[in-house]
């Protein structure tokens, strides 16, 4: 099981929020799964009185849309990042599913 971490609820101001780019796609077509790249950094600690768990809350710094031109190597890097972190080779069938929607391919 993996300890919480939260996400504060606010994106960068200015240049850092990429996703301006692509209000068309997301307002035509809001049930589409997008592929961003994000940088994060910790905005704070947040520490349980009754229990002493520290959960980091994350803030984003920098998201950016992946360029369809680059969706394949993203998937390629998206399933490593799971391998590495899970210890498994194949991913689940829901998550498969969900990243051929995602990334628009079929394997």
Same mark, same amino acid.
């Given at each position: ?6 996400? =504060? ?5 200015? +240049? =850092?929020?990429?996703?301006? @780019? %692509? /209000? @068309?796609?997301?307002?035509? @077509?809001?049930? #589409? ?16 009185? +009754?229990?002493?768990? %520290?959960?980091?809350?994350? $803030? %984003? $710094? $920098?998201?950016? =849309?992946?360029?369809? #031109? +680059?969706?394949?190597? @993203? ?9 590495? $972190? /899970? ?5 689940? %069938? +829901? ?13």
């Amino acid at each position: 099981m993996s300890s919480p971490v939260k996400l =504060a609820g606010t994106l960068p101001g200015g +240049d =850092a929020n990429g996703l301006g @780019a %692509i /209000t @068309a796609e997301l307002v035509d @077509a809001p049930e #589409d799964v997008r592929v961003l790249v994000v940088l994060v950094s910790v905005k704070e600690l947040k520490t349980s009185i +009754d229990t002493g768990e %520290i959960t980091p809350v994350l $803030r %984003i $710094r $920098r998201v950016e =849309a992946v360029p369809q #031109d +680059d969706l394949a190597s @993203a998937k390629k890097f998206f399933r490593r990042a799971h391998e590495h $972190r /899970t210890g498994r080779v194949a991913l689940p %069938i +829901d998550v498969e599913e969900e990243l051929n929607e995602a990334f628009h391919t079929k394997s």
